[in-house]
C-alpha cells in the first residue's frame, strides 16, 4: 500500500521569507502523480501544483515549486515571497497511473505566514 | 467554467434524521469523489464513480450512508438515520480520466446533534 509522511505538523515563516515543506511517500509503483493541495481556514481544498513522475523537471506554479527526488522518494514544496494569504495546511497526496483513482493524502502540514 | 458546486455548505440536523448533501462536478469529468474530514481520521475516500457508475464504496462506513449519480451532472450522498458521529465536513470533488488531479468543491460542513 502507498503511504505519504509529512514529518512536520506545523511550521512557521516570516512574510516575504521562502519556507520549505517536506514530503515523502513509499511506493513500489513507477507511473504515479504527486500533488501538494493546500486548504485554507475557509476549509477549502486548493490544487496548488502537480508532478508527473515520469518527468524529471521540478513543476512550478509562480510562487510555488517542487523538489522531486524520484529516487529519494521526496517530494517538497517550496512557497517563494510568503504571503499572509499562504496561511493554511498543506496536503501532500499521492495517486497511482492507470486506473486507480484514490488520492493518498498525509496528515499535512499547518503552515503559518507571520507579518 | 464554475467550479465544483456543493449544496449546501452547512447542514444541522438531530440525530435519527436523513440528510443529502448534493454535488455538481465540472463539466466534462469523468470522475467524482465523496470525502469526509475529520480531525480524528483526516481526509476520507468514501466513494467514487466513473461515468456514474459507481467504481468503489469500501470507505461508505456502513449501510446509513448511500450514495447515487443519476447523471453526469449531478451526485448525492444521504445519510439516513444520522448521528452525532457523522459530524464533519463533506467534500466533492471530480476529475478527469488522465492526470490524477482532483479539483474539490467547498465542502458541506455537517453537524449532528
Known amino acids: 500500500a502507498q503511504t505519504v509522511t509529512q514529518s512536520q505538523p506545523e511550521m512557521s515563516v516570516q512574510e516575504a521569507e521562502t519556507v520549505t515543506l517536506s514530503c515523502t511517500y513509499d511506493?513500489?509503483?513507477?507511473?504515479?502523480?504527486l500533488f501538494w493541495y493546500k486548504q485554507p481556514p475557509s476549509r477549502q481544498m486548493i490544487l496548488v501544483i502537480r508532478?508527473?513522475?515520469?518527468?524529471?523537471q521540478n513543476a512550478t506554479e509562480n510562487r510555488f515549486s517542487v523538489n522531486f527526488q524520484k529516487a529519494a522518494k521526496s517530494f517538497s514544496l517550496k512557497i517563494s515571497d510568503s504571503q499572509l494569504g499562504d496561511t493554511a495546511m498543506y496536503f501532500c497526496?499521492?495517486?497511482?497511473?492507470?486506473?486507480?483513482?484514490?488520492?493518498?493524502f498525509g496528515k499535512g502540514t499547518l503552515l503559518t505566514v507571520n507579518p | 467554467d464554475a467550479g465544483v458546486i456543493q449544496s449546501p455548505r452547512h447542514e444541522v440536523t438531530e440525530m435519527g434524521q436523513e440528510v443529502t448533501l448534493r454535488c455538481k462536478p465540472i463539466?466534462?469529468?469523468?470522475?467524482l469523489f465523496w470525502y469526509r474530514q475529520t480531525m480524528m481520521r483526516g481526509l476520507e475516500l468514501l466513494i467514487y464513480f466513473n461515468n456514474n457508475v459507481p467504481i468503489d464504496d469500501s470507505g461508505m462506513p456502513e449501510d446509513r450512508f448511500s450514495a447515487k449519480m443519476p447523471n453526469a451532472s449531478f451526485s448525492t450522498l444521504k445519510i439516513q438515520p444520522s448521528e452525532p458521529r457523522d459530524s464533519a465536513v463533506y467534500f466533492c470533488?471530480?476529475?478527469?480520466?488522465?492526470?490524477?488531479?482532483?479539483?474539490f468543491g467547498p465542502g458541506t460542513r455537517l453537524l449532528v446533534l
Open positions: 470533488a471530480s476529475s478527469l480520466a488522465t492526470g490524477g488531479a482532483q479539483y
Open positions: 508532478q508527473e513522475a515520469y518527468k524529471q
Open positions: 511506493t513500489s509503483e513507477n507511473n504515479y502523480y
Open positions: 463539466s466534462g469529468h469523468d470522475y
Open positions: 497526496a499521492f495517486i497511482m497511473g492507470g486506473s486507480n483513482y484514490k488520492l493518498t
